[in-house]
T-cell receptor
Framework: DQQVKQNSPSLSVQEGRISILNCDYT??????FLWYKKYPAEGPTFLIS?????DKNEDGRFTVFLNKSAKHLSLHIVPSQPGDSAVYFC????????????FGTGTRLQVFP | NAGVTQTPKFQVLKTGQSMTLQCAQD?????MSWYRQDPGMGLRLIHY???????DQGEVPNGYNVSRSTTEDFPLRLLSAAPSQTSVYFC??????????????FGEGSRLTVL
């Protein structure tokens, strides 16, 4: 039973445009959500997070939106750059302890010139 | 600052063989964990540790053993490898921040193939 779902395995966006990556979850007990970015042959790296008490968190070109009623979060990248091409994982945890994260299956983003 | 170091990066085993994936971190992080990444499955937690001498099972612990004798090291042991354990393994450490844990820092991964 996949508690965190990323239904789009891939996304292709033109440089300069907005990239929107989506994530759905089923467990209403999740309190904390994170996005990780992964390049080939490297480990995932933390990108941005959001607490369930917020509906938006922004960090430079990256913004995460949380819709608790829909159990949906999204990552917006504006403007998209070729260096953003990577696999993006959504993750969630109960409480704010990230020692037991539940990850989604990932979305491969390709940003083309 | 090396961060999280995993060895080996690649390994091929035959069914039934045993091996240990090594993980070391030099950031004095309390928490460490092992994940496996499989196509279409994302990353799944195998085992984790909240400090030296303390370990616990994650989502997919069967077939794996861990120990945490020091803060720095968290090896993952496969006692009798099976083809279903073919995967990419990631070790992660976590800096504790106040009463909560913070972001995970991942190693570069170890790709294991079991024939």
């Amino acid at each position: 039973d996949q508690q965190v779902k990323q239904n789009s395995p891939s996304l292709s966006v033109q440089e300069g445009r907005i990239s929107i990556l989506n994530c759905d979850y089923t467990n209403s007990m999740f309190d904390y959500f994170l996005w990780y970015k992964k390049y080939p042959a490297e480990g995932p790296t933390f990108l941005i997070s959001i607490s369930s008490i917020k509906d938006k968190n922004e960090d430079g070109r990256f913004t995460v939106f949380l819709n608790k009623s829909a159990k949906h979060l999204s990552l917006h990248i504006v403007p998209s750059q070729p260096g953003d091409s990577a696999v993006y994982f959504c993750a969630a945890s109960r409480g704010y302890n990230t020692d037991k994260l539940i990850f989604g299956t990932g979305t491969r983003l390709q940003v083309f010139p | 600052n090396a961060g999280v170091t995993q060895t080996p990066k690649f390994q091929v085993l035959k069914t039934g063989q045993s091996m240990t994936l090594q993980c070391a971190q030099d950031m004095n992080h309390e928490y460490m964990s092992w994940y496996r990444q499989d196509p279409g499955m994302g990353l799944r937690l195998i085992h984790y540790s909240v400090g030296a001498g303390i370990t616990d099972q994650g989502e997919v612990p069967n077939g794996y053993n861990v120990s945490r004798s020091t803060t720095e090291d968290f090896p993952l042991r496969l006692l009798s490898a099976a083809p279903s354990q073919t995967s990419v393994y990631f070790c992660a450490s976590i800096r504790k921040r106040g009463g909560d844990t913070g972001e995970l820092f991942f190693g570069e991964g170890s790709r294991l193939t079991v024939l």
